[in-house]
Structure formats: C-alpha cells, structure tokens
C-alpha cells in the first residue's frame, strides 16, 4: 500500500488531453514539492515535472503539474503513442521523515 | 553525462544479506554536494525509496527498513552501496541506484538513475 494514491490505469486517444491524480495528506503533498517521474516500458523512471509544477529542460510542454490542497494532478495535453508509459508521483513526507511514492499509474494511448 | 550501474548477485537466500554496489562514471561523488540513494520496485507496491546517503556519508533511511538497512560510500572508488539484512521474499525487487539532484535530501528529487538490478530472494 503506497503512501500516495494513484489510479492504477489511465487511458486517452491521440491528440486527446489527459490527467492523473495523486492524492496524499498535509505531512505530504499539504506541506511540500510534489515530483512526477515518467517510466517508459523497461527503463528507469525519468524526472518528468519538479516542484510540483516545472519541467526539466527537453520535457514538452505538452506535461503539466498542478496542486490543490493535498492533492496534484499531471496533465497530458496533445497525447502521443510515445506518452505510454508509467507514471509515478513523489514527495518528501514530513512525518515519516523520507521520501514516498504513489503506485504509479499506466497510460494506454489507444 | 553521468551514468549510474548497479551490481551484486541476482539471487539471494531467504535470511541472507542482499549486497548491491552503485558505481558512478562520468562524474566524481566528491565533486559535488549531492545525495545518493537506492530505491526498489516491485509489481504490487510500486517504487520504495530505501534510503539515501550524502555526499558527508550521514545516512538517512525508510522507517519501514530502517533496522534491516545499511548504506556506505567509497567515493576513492566512486561507489556507494546497499546491504539489507535477514531478506525474504517480500525483498524481491527491481533495485536502482540514484542521485539526488542536490544537497537537500526532502527537495532533491532523483534526477539520475542506474538502469536497475533484478534481486529474487528464493530458496
């Protein structure tokens, strides 16, 4: 059971606009930076959004981060059969003094 | 462009001590102000961050595994390593070593990751 909670699939068509949530408590997404991990199928995950709502140089503006309260979502706008790919959120956890995890979530681009 | 590689044994005995090292190229450990750490993910619970080491050698664990966790440097070797102690099954994980992308451990998220290690703990 992971700290953070994510549905575990999501799914859109090309050109469509997806989101994933990830919910978590104030210790958590309430009090800190949130950061979206993207895993293509058989690689490691890759730092996708930082700081909850920014990207790393070379990611398409077509991801976004946002947050409300202790909840954030990423956004997919313009989805590209290169989007499939795991999806993992992150944070620093204030009570239990580490870093948590959702249980990722896999997007099917049909 | 730094490159993370983790090794050790892809199998490992119930009750036995899971060893991995993460050896770091293109970069120099001590060149910098950064923490490195380790993160596991199985199937059914996703990633699990296990622990984390600065470029210091202070340590800073899960909770969850704190009692079975031990992690080490060798930054003459630019190397850093993982030893959980009494595993079992539930221990059975892809493993990857990564950097932090700076000095503070709860706003530096991993920016570089080894490609990561299949460890079965079976009998």
């Known amino acids: 059971q992971s700290v953070l909670t994510q549905p575990p699939s999501a799914s859109g068509t090309p050109g469509q606009r997806v989101t994933i949530s990830c919910s978590g408590s104030?210790?958590?997404?309430?009090?800190?930076?949130v950061y979206w991990y993207q895993q293509l199928p058989g690689t490691a995950p890759k730092l996708l959004i930082y700081?909850?709502?920014q990207r790393p140089s070379g990611v398409p503006d077509r991801f976004s981060g946002s947050k409300s309260g202790t909840s954030v979502s990423l956004a997919i706008s313009g989805l590209r059969s290169e989007d499939e790919a795991d999806y993992h959120c992150?944070?620093?956890?204030?009570?239990?003094?580490?870093?948590?995890f959702g249980g990722g979530t896999k997007l099917t681009v049909l | 462009q730094l490159q993370l590689q983790e090794s050790g044994p892809g199998l490992v005995k119930p009750s036995e001590t899971l060893s991995l090292t993460c050896t770091v190229s293109?970069?120099?450990?001590?060149?910098?102000?950064?923490?490195w750490g380790w993160i596991r993910q199985t199937p059914g619970k996703g990633l699990e961050w296990i622990g984390s080491?600065?470029?210091?050698?202070?340590?800073h664990y899960n909770p969850s595994l704190k009692s079975r966790v031990t992690l080490s440097q060798d930054t003459s070797k630019n190397q850093f390593s993982l030893k959980v102690t009494s595993v079992t099954a539930a221990d059975t994980a892809l493993y990857y070593c990564?950097?932090?992308?700076?000095?503070?451990?709860?706003?530096?998220?991993?920016?570089?990751w080894g490609q990561g290690t299949l460890v079965t703990v079976s009998s």
């Open positions: 293109g970069g120099s450990m001590s060149g910098g102000t950064y923490y």
């Open positions: 992150a944070t620093w956890d204030d009570s239990l003094r580490g870093w948590v």
């Open positions: 080491i600065s470029y210091s050698g202070s340590t």
């Open positions: 104030r210790s958590n997404i309430g009090t800190n930076y």
């Open positions: 990564a950097r932090h992308d700076a000095a503070a451990l709860g706003t530096s998220p991993f920016d570089h």
């Open positions: 700081r909850t709502n």
